[in-house]
């Protein structure tokens, strides 16, 4: 089943058909433990063309990585003129395991901020990736681990897309997905609090007016119908 969005009307189409599973809340999608093949994807770039985004992704790792992995949890690419791709990855660098929110100059240079950690295997963490025009951030579990500047724009032609789980068809990451969102804004550190919500996930049935703010997409992953307009037969025909 592609995975329908709840706020927004960018479904992701769930390549390789992974299965769902108990998540952080409700389902999840379960791209597996030695993934090679599956991952969520929409050929647009969802109107971010390099300038402000935050995004935010719940994983629970299932398999730890090897000496050299490289995963990409989350990738946006914009098909505007500033040439940009934003990533979430997920490194083992000479047997250090690493954290990497980048903001790539296609065709130029990658700039990234680090954060040294290893990922669970047994809990579920959010990972939000920020950048406001200047400065791109990384938050896990509702704080700040890492900054660095960036800007510019990047050369080539390039399509949009958006994806979780891989880049391309290369790098897959073997984890689960849980409660993804896009904003076409930096969330500030107070936002960013606000919904991990002490570790607890604020749903998206609680977001308020300000965090549904310049959001696009949310994506609960849970495996049904998302469309929260939706009114039964029985309910719409009695009043």
Known sequence: MNAEDSHGSNT?????????????????????TSNTTKYLSTSSDLGINGGNISMRIVVKIRTALTTGAVTILAAQRTSGSTKTLYTIRYY??????????YRTKLGVVD?????????STTN???????????NIKGYLDG?????????GNGTGTYTGLFQLG???NIQHSSAIFDECALWSKALTSTEVSEINDSGNLLPYSSFTSGHKTN??????????????????FFLAHHG
């Open 166 to 168: 891989s880049y391309v």
């Open 12 to 32: 992701l189409t769930n390549i390789g058909s992974a299965s769902y599973t108990t998540g952080k809340i409700n389902n999840g999608i379960d791209f597996g």
């Open 143 to 151: 704080v700040e681990v890492a900054s660095a500047a960036a800007s």
């Open 111 to 119: 700039t990234f901020a680090s954060y040294n950690v290893t990922l």
């Open 215 to 232: 959001l696009i997409s949310y994506w609960k992953l849970d495996g049904s119908t998302q469309n929260s307009n939706f009114i039964p």
């Open 92 to 101: 083992n660098e000479s047997g250090v395991n690493k954290l990497k929110f």
């Open 124 to 134: 579920f963490q959010e990972i939000i990736l920020t950048y406001d025009g200047t």
